[in-house]
């Protein structure tokens, strides 16, 4: 049920619905026909084999277009009219991994009565290694309109 969050709703230390993934080259692929990059260790898997990360890897945008769908379910046309990312690439994503990406609110804050959320937010694979972690800024207005949770 989709139900718009009211601002009362949202708590520092809440934690944002984690989106789960499973990675193929397939996507990968698709990815790279969707964005233009065709660079080789995405997806000429011969070649990837050769290079020191030994296979493919997926794109860095993928993995955060997962964070971005996290943060859109959390906050609805907020995230998506003006959210802000800052994010390090950790470690490379490859085919079959499971990516999990979650975040929490680490605090709200009034500015000149605007309401700005901050989250810290991590993707990681199934071995619980980081791949990207990072933070986000979103700007709300009176409902975050995504699920409630």
């Not at 990059?37 to 794109?59: K, R, S, Y």
């Not at 470690?91 to 901050?118: C, F, H, L, M, W």
Request: net charge neutral; charged share 20%; with cysteine.
């Amino acid at each position: 049920m989709n139900q718009k969050l009211k601002l009362s709703d949202i708590r520092q230390g809440d934690s944002l619905p984690s989106v789960v993934k499973h990675i193929t080259q397939r996507e990968i692929n698709q990815y790279a026909e969707a964005s233009g990059d065709f660079n080789p260790i995405h997806v000429d898997e011969a070649f990837a084999a050769q290079t020191p990360l030994g296979g493919t890897i997926a794109h860095g945008m993928l993995i955060l277009a997962y964070m971005s769908e996290m943060m859109t379910e959390a906050f609805g046309n907020n995230w998506l009219e003006g959210g802000k990312l800052s994010v390090r690439f950790k470690a490379p994503a490859r085919p079959q991994d499971t990516i999990t990406t979650s975040g929490k609110i680490d605090s709200i804050e009034n500015k000149e009565g605007v309401t700005y959320v901050n989250c810290s937010l991590e993707s990681c694979n199934q071995k619980g290694e980081t791949v990207i972690s990072g933070g986000a800024v979103v700007k709300l207005s009176q409902h975050c309109g995504g699920k409630k949770t």
